[in-house]
């Protein structure tokens, strides 16, 4: 089954040309878990709603975690 994280975090300003966020991730302010896409993206648009998403100073991320690669059921 597949959770989602739905994730606030500051926007930092960009430092050379290159944003990497498994080596320098921006600092989260609020997490939030859900079970379900459709919980995930009303969660997320109550984030976007906040005045500091809306002047660009956070940003809000949904992100799949648990996920399963897919299985080939063809058979050949």
């Known amino acids: 089954m597949t959770r989602f994280l ?3 975090t500051d926007v930092r300003p960009l430092k050379g040309m290159e944003r990497n966020e498994r080596t320098s991730p921006e600092r989260r302010r609020q997490v939030v878990g859900a079970s379900s896409r459709e ?3 009303r969660i997320a648009g109550a984030f976007m709603a906040l005045g500091m998403v809306r002047a660009g100073r956070q940003r809000v991320k949904v992100i799949a975690v648990g996920r399963r690669p897919k299985v ?3 058979v050949a």
């Open 72 to 74: 080939s059921t063809h």
């Open 6 to 8: 739905v994730v606030l």
């Open 39 to 41: 919980a995930a993206d």
